[in-house]
């Protein structure tokens, strides 16, 4: 445990979860028992809560879910007197409504709230699994536009909330928890910012020894939440440091920027003369690399260096990566080569990290930046990722560019969103026939020279159409054919 992460020494703890209905109840004066507007599908997506600010997500809810989500926290705490609840944010301009809302609700349920304010999500995540913290909350919709918000809840172990935890939750929200759940008293909330420094010490820890003097590095920043931490993090190792976007802005955060934006740090890049360049997204639990040349540097190719680096020092297990159904069939095949194993799951980072539990797997990750190395994190960590692949090359002594031109070729892949605004549609598309036929042909007619993925999103209001294909135009051929009979569906 770091030894600053510590419970406020003024508080006690006098927020006893009560069952005796004699007691004074809290939650039914402040209408927590009450229904409140709800989708008919679950709440829960691939990473927690998201959606519009105004529409699904408002402070009434935001209040109830900081209560429900401390009244399952606390109910599965070890301890009768269970520890505070680590809450951080972006920048959004929704994020100071939807933290104060929530903190209330957590408080409401008797709990101790510590807030850090501006922080990347792997924060809240490290600080929640080495503290006596029951739970950690980030705001956030990570890539998402400044519009759009959500609300990412982690376990005292610093990993996403089980399903069955946010079953429990989405019950509580639901009026269906028991009844006789009531708080005798009020906890406490502490702006507690300083803690952000422990995690910034835990980044460069395993780094010790390692110099980043004369690495030119660009950051861009995309006005989120790692406008502060990351560039102090790469100067203090040794880096000199152009930044982009760095500034707290939630207006404009991932507006054409960041990891979903590349075009401004490759120009960046090339201008500067720099050696690599990061784009972080707003919440900075992803980053994707550009080399020397201005190329993007994805996920696949990150797992591919990082894991050809910890097989070559013997520590990969059974040289083992784990990726989703999105990662590139010319990495699966390179990686194979090297007597790699590679295991897919569905897309989301949570579906990542179980199966490197269920495996033992030390390394995984998604395409889109998303990166988990259990050596050295809990979970996805862009500005963790950023500063190892920082290390690998300079302990290589070649340039990015040269490292990945010795890896593998990607196979053209083409992803298309068609946007679906009704949630039911969002559910339902695999029953539409035409598409499904549409599918097996291009199928059929690529065999093992191509893949095919269509997915609704768990984060946004899309549905996602990927083919991939050793030939540019087969790929581009076989995306147009899926969108339009999606568009198709969607017109019924």
Aim: hydrophobic share 40%; proline share 4%; net charge negative.
């Amino acid at each position: 445990m770091v030894s600053s992460i510590t419970r406020s020494q003024d508080n006690g703890w006098n927020g006893a979860l009560e069952s005796d209905s004699s007691q004074q109840a809290i939650a039914p004066l402040f209408g927590f028992n009450s229904n409140i507007l709800l989708p008919s599908t679950s709440l829960f997506g691939t990473d927690g809560i998201r959606g519009r600010v105004g529409e699904l997500l408002s402070a009434p809810l935001a209040l109830q879910v900081g209560y429900w989500s401390g009244i399952v926290l606390r109910s599965h705490a070890a301890t009768f007197h269970p520890g505070p609840v680590i809450v951080g944010q972006d920048s959004r301009n929704s994020s100071d409504m939807l933290g104060m809302a929530l903190s209330a609700g957590l408080t409401a349920a008797g709990l101790e709230v510590w807030y850090l304010g501006l922080c990347p999500t792997p924060c809240v995540a490290y600080l929640t699994s080495v503290s006596e913290a029951i739970g950690g909350v980030m705001i956030s919709a990570s890539h998402n536009p400044p519009e759009d918000n959500g609300i990412k809840i982690f376990g005292a172990d610093g990993l996403k909330l089980s399903h069955q935890l946010q079953a429990e939750i989405e019950a509580g929200l639901r009026g269906i928890a028991p009844a006789s759940t009531t708080i005798s008293k009020c906890g406490r909330y502490y702006s507690r910012p300083e803690l952000v420094d422990d995690y910034a010490q835990a980044l460069k820890q395993p780094l010790q020894g390692i110099d980043f003097k004369g690495i030119k590095i660009v950051l861009d920043l995309a006005w989120g939440a790692a406008v502060n931490l990351a560039p102090s993090v790469f100067q203090s190792l040794g880096a000199e440091v152009i930044c982009l976007h760095n500034q707290a802005d939630g207006d404009r955060i991932n507006v054409n920027c960041g990891s979903t934006h590349l075009e401004t740090l490759q120009a960046a890049v090339k201008e500067h003369n720099a050696h690599l360049g990061f784009a972080f997204d707003g919440d900075a639990d992803r980053v994707l690399a550009v080399d020397n040349r201005g190329r993007q540097v994805n996920g696949d190719y990150i797992l591919y260096l990082w894991g050809r680096h910890l097989q070559q020092k013997q520590q990969l297990p059974n040289n083992l990566i784990v990726s989703t159904v999105m990662a590139n069939l010319g990495f699966e095949k390179a990686w194979k080569q090297l007597g790699g194993q590679l295991i897919r799951t569905p897309v989301g980072d949570q579906y990542v990290q179980a199966e490197m539990h269920r495996t033992g797997a030390m390394l995984g990750g998604e395409q889109s930046g998303h990166i988990l190395c259990r050596h050295y994190g809990i979970t996805g960590d862009g500005l963790l990722t950023a500063v190892h692949l920082t290390a690998l090359v300079q302990q290589a002594g070649v340039p990015l560019a040269e490292l990945v031109d010795r890896s593998f070729q990607t196979y053209p892949q083409l992803l298309r969103n068609v946007r679906v605004e009704d949630r039911t549609k969002r559910m339902t598309w695999k029953e539409y026939q035409p598409l499904q036929q549409a599918i097996q042909t291009a199928e059929a007619t690529m065999g093992d020279t191509g893949r095919i993925l269509v997915r609704a999103s768990g984060t946004e209001p899309v549905i996602r159409v990927m083919v991939e294909a050793q030939a540019a135009e087969v790929a581009n051929y076989w995306t147009n054919e899926l969108v339009l009979q999606l568009q198709k569906y969607i017109a019924v």
